[in-house]
C-alpha cells in the first residue's frame, strides 16, 4: 500500500527555520513528481511547491518563494520541504502528496500523508 | 493564476437526497491536444486530508461509489452524491492542474 508519512512540524518563532520531511513506501518513489500542500487552520487547501522525478526541476507558490524550497532523496523515498523565515501566515497542517501518473506533473494528487502542523507564533 | 470559485459555501441534504456542488475556473480547463479537462475533487472528512474522489472532471478513483459522479467541461463543473449516506458530511473542494499554480476552491461543507 502507498503511505506517506510527515514529520518534523512543530512550534517556531516568527523568523525561524524548519525542515519537514516525507517518508514514501509503496510504490517507486522515482517515477512520480512529488508535492507539498498546506492547510491553514479552518482554510481551504493550497498548493506549496513540487518537484519532479529527479529533484532537477522545482515549482514553488509566489508566497513561499524565495523562504522554502523543496527537495528529495530517491535513494530514500523522501522528500523534504524546508522553511525558512517562517511568518504567523505559514501556519499551517502541512501534506504530502504525490502526484498521479508516472513521469508527468499534470495529474492530480491522489495520494496524502496525514499531514505535519506547524505552528509560527512568538 | 486559476481561480477556481465553488459553491454553495456549505450544503445541507437529508439521506437519501441528492447533493449538487458547483465549482467554476476562471478560465478554460480543457486541454484540446488530448480532449481532457484539467479538474479533479476531493473529500476531506474531519481530522483526515483529502481523498481524491474524480480525476478529469468525470472520471472516478477506484473505490469510490458510483452515486458519486462529476460532470462538466471549460470553466464550468458539478459534483454531483446521489442518494447522501451519513458517511458523506465532508468538505468538497475542487482544483485544477492544468498548470502551476495548481489552485484549490474554497471547499464545500456538507452536511445531513
Known amino acids: 500500500d502507498v503511505q506517506l508519512v510527515e514529520s518534523g512540524g512543530g512550534l517556531v518563532h516568527p523568523g525561524g527555520f524548519l525542515r519537514l520531511s516525507c517518508a514514501a513506501s509503496?510504490?517507486?518513489?522515482?517515477?512520480?513528481?512529488m508535492a507539498w500542500v498546506r492547510q491553514a487552520p479552518g482554510k481551504g487547501l493550497e498548493w506549496v511547491a513540487n518537484?519532479?522525478?529527479?529533484?532537477?526541476?522545482?515549482g514553488l507558490a509566489d508566497s513561499v518563494k524565495g523562504r522554502f524550497t523543496i527537495s528529495r532523496d530517491n535513494a530514500n523515498s523522501s522528500l523534504y520541504l524546508h522553511l525558512y523565515s517562517l511568518s504567523a501566515e505559514d501556519t499551517a497542517v502541512y501534506y504530502c502528496?504525490?502526484?498521479?501518473?508516472?513521469?508527468?506533473?499534470?495529474?492530480?494528487?491522489?495520494?496524502w500523508g496525514q499531514g505535519t502542523l506547524v505552528s509560527v507564533s512568538p | 493564476d486559476i481561480v477556481m470559485t465553488q459553491s454553495p459555501e456549505s450544503l445541507a441534504v437529508s439521506l437519501g437526497d441528492r447533493a449538487t456542488i458547483k465549482c467554476r475556473s476562471s478560465?478554460?480547463?480543457?486541454?484540446?491536444?488530448?480532449?481532457?479537462?484539467?479538474l479533479a475533487w476531493y473529500q476531506q472528512k474531519p481530522g483526515q486530508p483529502p481523498k481524491l474522489l474524480i480525476s478529469?472532471?468525470?472520471i472516478r478513483e477506484s473505490g469510490v461509489p458510483d452515486r458519486i459522479s462529476g460532470s462538466g467541461s471549460g470553466t464550468d463543473f458539478t459534483l454531483t452524491i446521489s442518494n447522501l449516506q451519513a458517511e458523506d458530511v465532508a468538505v468538497y473542494s475542487c482544483?485544477?492542474?492544468?498548470?502551476?499554480?495548481?489552485?484549490f476552491g474554497q471547499g464545500t461543507k456538507l452536511e445531513i
Open positions: 518537484i519532479n522525478e529527479d529533484g532537477t526541476t522545482t
Open positions: 509503496g510504490f517507486t518513489f522515482r517515477s512520480h513528481w
Open positions: 478560465q478554460s480547463l480543457f486541454y484540446s491536444s488530448n480532449k481532457k479537462d484539467y
Open positions: 502528496a504525490r502526484t498521479g501518473g508516472q513521469g508527468d506533473r499534470w495529474y492530480p494528487f491522489d495520494y
Open positions: 482544483q485544477h492542474y492544468y498548470t502551476v499554480p495548481y489552485t
Open positions: 478529469w472532471a468525470s
